[in-house]
């Protein structure tokens, strides 16, 4: 009867060439298009963690965490810190509406045996998770721990998602009889992280072959990511590499740092209830 229901999947990194696409595979199968529906049931519970601040979306630090996103659920802009949609998903089915022609567009669950007639799939998982942590990116940090969650058959909500990543750090070996978690991002003022713990675990990335990797993930003193315009004249240029923490009155930093001997250390630095830059400097 002309109607279109994207199933979604999880995918908050598409693009316009992607919807482009899916446009051209659904107008090789449909003559005619009357409206288009999102379904949105992959992921499950609130879109909005305990402890986020009321502001965080128009303020642009994360979007209603839902399965399927343009650019993050940014408006006007593809990448940075710009205010964000209060309804992402059906965002991208209006959007896909208007290539197909039709201005009809409302979240709708799939019917049972439909016909699949398009798909689009993300890059994968280990170039999404850098672009996650280079940038310090709140949607995408929170679409990967419910992609977690899925593949460890937990549901795919702010609950399933923190304790399926509390069940994977006490596999590696990691204490977490002291860690408080209401998000995969960092977001909430609820999170309650040992510094201990973050040291911990870079130094696992240092020590195991297995999680070295993540060690490339973090942004660069003085390079890329979030740390390309800190330590500009410092000698922990190219050296530091570290993950960034910053809330209204919370500054954290947690990497690797390579010494004049060549001995790699692992710390953290948790400072909360103070001003961001004096950290900054101090850190």
Not at 103 to 125: G, Q, Y
Not at 184 to 213: C, F, K, Y
Not at 217 to 241: H, K, N, W
Request: proline share 5%; aromatic share 4%.
């Amino acid at each position: 009867e002309g109607e279109v229901v994207i199933k979604a999947a999880g995918d908050v990194w598409l693009t316009d060439e992607r919807l482009d696409e899916l446009a051209e595979q659904i107008q090789q199968k449909m003559d005619t298009v009357t409206r288009v529906s999102i379904d949105t049931s992959i992921w499950a519970g609130p879109d909005q963690a305990p402890g986020w601040d009321d502001d965080n979306i128009d303020g642009g630090f994360v979007a209603p965490i839902q399965p399927a996103m343009l650019y993050g659920g940014r408006i006007g802009e593809k990448t940075g810190d710009v205010p964000r949609s209060h309804e992402p998903a059906l965002d991208v089915a209006r959007a896909l509406a208007s290539r197909l022609g039709t201005d009809k567009a409302d979240t709708s669950s799939a019917p049972e045996n439909t016909e699949v007639i398009a798909a689009t799939e993300s890059e994968p998982l280990a170039l999404r998770a850098q672009e996650a942590v280079k940038d310090s990116d709140n949607v995408m940090a929170e679409a990967i721990a419910r992609e977690l969650a899925v593949s460890q058959g937990a549901e795919a909500s702010f609950e399933g998602a923190t304790k399926t990543m509390l069940d994977v750090l006490k596999g590696h070996g990691i204490d977490i009889s002291d860690i408080t978690l209401k998000d995969g991002s960092g977001l909430s003022r609820d999170n309650r992280i040992p510094a201990d713990v973050l040291a911990h675990i870079m130094d696992q990335a240092v020590a195991t072959e297995e999680l070295r990797p993540l060690l490339g993930y973090l942004p660069l003193a003085g390079g890329e990511g979030t740390l390309y315009q800190r330590y500009p004249d410092s000698p922990a240029r190219g050296y530091v590499r570290a993950k960034t923490g910053t809330l209204t009155g919370t500054s954290a930093l947690t990497g690797t740092a390579q010494g004049q001997s060549g001995r790699v250390y692992a710390f953290a630095f948790l400072d909360n209830d103070g001003e961001v830059t004096s950290a900054r400097q101090a850190q």
